[in-house]
Nanobody, 114 residues
Framework: VQLQAFGGGLVQAGGSLRLSCEVP????????IGWHRQAPGRDRERVAS???????NTEESVKGRVTISRDNAKNTVYLQMNNLQPEDTAVYFC?????????WGQGTLVTVSS
């Protein structure tokens, strides 16, 4: 299973980025899609997730700055990140839980400069 994550880059503090994750359609229709991040020297942590019906769950640490959404026509889940701060610097990964297995995509690097 191949998930494709896009949209990382270098941004100044206070800026915004939108990450995209393309998910195979068979999983996109039934799975829970999540965004996670791993900063240098730290464990991977969940950022937000969205179910097939559109219910979302966002970690308190980023709530109010991060929005997860999905485009059913494009089999894509987005992570809109606003007011980015240097502590948001990390490799961001998307995942897809199909009810039996969790599938991971390659990460996309987000670097926030102060």
């Amino acid at each position: 299973v191949q998930l494709q994550a896009f949209g990382g880059g270098l941004v100044q503090a206070g800026g915004s980025l939108r990450l995209s994750c393309e998910v195979p359609r068979n999983i996109f229709l039934i799975g829970v899609i999540g965004w996670h991040r791993q900063a240098p020297g730290r464990d991977r942590e969940r950022v937000a997730s969205i179910t097939s019906s559109g219910s979302t769950n966002t970690e308190e640490s980023v709530k109010g700055r991060v929005t997860i959404s999905r485009d059913n026509a494009k089999n894509t889940v987005y992570l809109q990140m606003n007011n980015l701060q240097p502590e948001d610097t990390a490799v961001y990964f998307c995942s897809a839980w199909d009810g039996r297995s969790n599938h991971w995509g390659q990460g996309t690097l987000v670097t926030v400069s102060s």
